[in-house]
């Protein structure tokens, strides 16, 4: 029915486990009561227990299920959420400003026929506007909010397609439908902030493009921005930059499960020139020990990109160890090759 776990220490500390949907749960502290039958005299741990009756036992099917509802019951909250972010970007823009934004794009108005060419009316792109009597369709910005949103719903409709034995069985299976979700739903918000904030942006473009892709035209857009900046307006474009991307949490200080600050964790992780230099840009600070933790991972690009943005690959760590002792010692031989072509002794 049960099973005890001990803990091997020098104190006597252990658990009661039961099988899961067997009715059964501790109720209390287990006793010591002597055992006073004929033949007996020792010494019985007595545990008592209490039986649930009206927990209702699962099948198989049942609780793989489980997993698959709540990443679906996750994803349709996500979606709710979405709407309200949408209406908050639009909020935040004005009005006036959204209505101008609106005004100077050149295909705000389109032949129906054209548009029906595009795949409107029933295609895969979806109504963003109005047809007015003359034939004509009139895009809105709430049309465009809509088609986002319609976009994550396909994807969500995706999900649901899944059976819950792939959920449940398949670990790789279930965390890319969560990184697509999550990453569907930032998709959409870049997309409205990327025809909102790119002058250049059409409607027709962002009728085209995928989630995906206007991810990736908006973090474009704000590499670009950051670039044409300086001072403490750049570092503030490129911590946005850095969230967006998933290269920090809150800030640059915050430290995650190993120790890593974000910067050291790109370091780790042997992330591109392009990431390190937008967490720097940000304000981290490139000579707090990245270029060691590069090379104590073997990351030979990264630590050539960290040096062109300033660090100085012979930094010890405080118990004297420098970067290239780091990765001779781990085997690193590119590493290591690396920094002595950069000066490292």
């Not at 649930?52 to 679906?72: C, D, F, P």
């Not at 035209?217 to 300086?230: D, E, I, Q, T």
Request: proline letters at 2%; hydrophobic letters at 40%.
């Amino acid at each position: 029915m049960g099973a005890k776990t001990w803990s091997c220490t020098e104190f006597e500390q252990g658990e009661y486990l039961f099988v899961p949907c067997s009715f059964v749960e501790p109720a209390g502290p287990g006793l010591l009561e002597r055992d006073e039958e004929e033949g007996g005299g020792g010494l019985v741990r007595v545990l008592p227990v209490r039986v649930n009756a009206n927990l209702k036992s699962l099948t198989v099917e049942e609780l793989r299920g489980r997993k698959r509802g709540m990443h679906l019951a996750a994803f349709e909250y996500a979606r709710k959420e979405l709407g309200r972010e949408l209406r908050r970007v639009l909020e935040g823009v004005g009005a006036g400003a959204a209505a101008q934004r609106l005004a100077r794009d050149p295909f705000r108005e389109v032949d129906l026929a054209r548009y029906v060419g595009w795949g409107g009316r029933g295609g895969l792109v979806g109504e963003l506007g109005l047809v007015g009597e003359d034939g004509v369709v009139r895009f809105t910005l709430e049309g465009l909010v809509g088609r986002l949103e319609r976009a994550v719903g396909a994807v969500h409709a995706r999900h649901e397609g899944v059976s819950a034995r792939e959920y449940a069985e398949d670990d790789e299976v279930y965390r890319g439908l969560v990184e697509e979700m999550m990453a569907s739903v930032r998709g959409a918000v870049c997309g409205l902030r990327l025809y909102l904030e790119d002058p250049s942006a059409q409607l027709q473009d962002v009728m085209r493009l995928g989630l995906g892709a206007l991810r990736r035209g908006y973090v474009n857009l704000r590499w670009k921005g950051m670039a044409r900046r300086s001072g403490e307006e750049r570092a503030a474009v490129a911590r946005g930059l850095c969230l967006e991307l998933g290269l920090m949490r809150g800030s640059l200080e915050e430290e995650d499960g190993d120790g890593y600050a974000p910067l050291h964790r790109a370091a780790a992780d042997g992330a591109g020139a392009r990431s390190l230099q937008c967490l720097v840009a940000a304000g981290a600070d490139v000579d707090r020990g990245a270029v060691w933790v590069a090379a104590q991972n073997g990351h030979a690009e990264a630590i050539e990109a960290l040096a062109r943005l300033g660090a100085d690959v012979n930094r010890a760590r405080n118990d004297g160890v420098t970067p290239l002792r780091a990765a001779v010692h781990f085997g690193r031989e590119g590493a290591a090759g690396v920094l002595r072509g950069l000066g490292a002794r």
